[in-house]
């Protein structure tokens, strides 16, 4: 049992994190953090309900059919030769989606002017040699949509109340990007 039930800044971005929000249709949207993006606050309130929901929307959920692709979504690489392991990184994105869930990853944002200014701000990360969103530009993206998308109606009550926590204004699906400032109010 941890001290203290709320995610800490370092193992918010340092650590990844599988974090899951609903929007207004009452769809569910998968958000990999990669360490480089704060949390929500509504998701750092709460570490237990976090590592639940990743534990049951990952893992003892069902597979409910095929995905699809973002189109273009190699854009937000600078292309797909920028992925070292492209069949993991459609494993992960994929089996995501095909448990419903609309999986978004993150740009990684990092040039030298920029962290030279985080080094200065103490926002820089010497482990990964990434800055976290000095400009507000950083966004997550969506990689995969589920054909069969998973509904809040389809979960448990108590894990559909977890995830009803965490509200997207935006529809999953349609809205291909979401900036790490806005999600940061979830």
Same mark, same amino acid.
């Given at each position: ?9 370092e193992s918010n ?33 709460? =570490? &237990?309900?976090?590592?639940?929901? $990743? /534990? ?10 095929? !995905?699809? @692709? ?38 990684h944002i990092y ?8 080094? =200065? &701000?103490?926002?820089?990360?010497? $482990? /990964? ?10 966004? !997550?993206? @969506? ?18 109340e977890m995830v ?23």
């Open positions: 049992m941890y001290e203290n039930n709320e995610i800490e800044d971005c340092g650590g990844s994190w599988e974090w899951f929000a609903c929007d207004e249709n009452g769809h569910i949207g998968c958000f990999n953090n990669a360490g480089l993006r704060h949390l929500p606050k509504t998701v750092k309130r709460d =570490r &237990l309900v976090a590592e639940r929901l $990743a /534990t049951y929307l990952l893992e003892e959920n069902v597979d409910r059919g095929g !995905y699809t @692709l973002r189109e273009n979504v190699e854009v937000d690489f600078a292309g797909w030769n920028k992925i070292v392991d492209m069949d993991g990184f459609l494993r992960m994105y994929g089996g995501i989606a095909t448990k419903g869930l609309y999986a978004h990853s993150t740009q040039n030298a002017e920029a962290a030279e200014t985080a080094k =200065r &701000l103490g926002v820089f990360s010497p $482990a /990964t040699r990434h800055i976290y969103d000095l400009d507000g530009s950083a966004s !997550y993206y @969506l990689v995969a949509m589920p054909d069969q998308p998973l509904h809040l109606y389809d979960l448990p009550g108590e894990i559909a009803a926590r965490v509200r997207s204004p935006l529809p999953f699906g349609t809205t291909t990007h979401f900036k790490e400032s806005e999600t940061m109010l979830w």
